[in-house]
């Protein structure tokens, strides 16, 4: 099992350009979410999903999209990127059959937009 | 608003001292607790939650629902010990998808 998976690893936007964050998982995990994490800040909440077709927003949605059109995927689009999006980005997937709960992060996507 | 505070941003200890990392945190109910930790070059990944009342690599941690704190402790340091370690808290029932994080606490061994 690769886990969580996450590319690109570096990327470099200019403000105003969009791109997507892809997130695959291989574990068919029901759950996925998005977390940014800032300097000297925990990792917050961006978006998640409780299955395929679900989704739901986390504590900073602006300026992100999300859908979940198959179990192992859940991308996450930046429409218009701003400077204020420049953070690391960490995808992560659970479970909770079985009375387990242990979420599974990715290595993370290190995002700069000038 | 729920929130987790980690009141340390570093704390430092000597091999074999006793380790407590602070976790407080703001919820109105009965959240779920999580400890994260993060060694170097590695993932994020859990340590422990409180639900399951597990003891991992020598940690442990005593939810205090009347001063809402989850501190983790460990009765001996060592230095594979040394990572960032985030505290999380998630509404009842949610489980862990629904995360809301500390800003951390980097904790260092001194060999």
């Known amino acids: 099992n690769a886990g969580v998976t996450q590319t690109p690893k570096f990327q470099v936007l200019k403000t105003g350009q969009s791109m997507t964050l892809q997130c695959a998982q291989d574990?068919?995990?029901?759950?996925m979410s998005w977390y940014r994490q800032d300097p000297g800040m925990g990792l917050r909440l961006i978006h998640y999903s409780v299955g395929a077709g679900i989704t739901d927003q986390g504590e900073v949605p602006n300026g992100y999209n999300v859908s979940r059109s198959t179990t192992e995927d859940f991308p996450l689009r930046l429409l218009s990127a701003a400077p204020s999006q420049t953070s690391v980005y960490f995808c992560?997937?659970?479970?909770?059959?079985?009375?387990?709960?242990?979420?599974?992060f990715g290595p993370g996507t290190r995002l700069t937009v000038l | 608003a729920q929130r987790v505070t980690q009141p340390e941003k570093l704390l430092s200890v000597f091999k074999g001292a006793p380790v407590e990392l602070k976790c407080n945190y703001s919820?109105?109910?009965?959240?779920?607790l999580f400890w994260y930790v993060q060694y170097s070059r590695q993932r994020l990944q859990l340590l422990l939650r409180h639900i399951s009342r597990e003891s991992i690599k020598g940690f442990t941690a005593d939810l205090n629902k009347g001063e809402t704190s989850f501190h983790l402790k460990k009765p001996f340091a060592q230095e594979e010990d040394s990572a960032m370690y985030y505290c999380?808290?998630?509404?009842?029932?949610?489980?862990?998808?629904?995360?809301?994080f500390g800003k951390g606490t980097k904790l260092s061994v001194i060999p």
């Open positions: 992560a997937s659970s479970d909770q059959t079985a009375g387990t709960d242990t979420q599974y």
């Open positions: 574990m068919n995990h029901e759950y």
């Open positions: 999380a808290l998630s509404p009842p029932g949610a489980g862990s998808y629904q995360l809301t």
């Open positions: 919820y109105s109910g009965s959240p779920e």
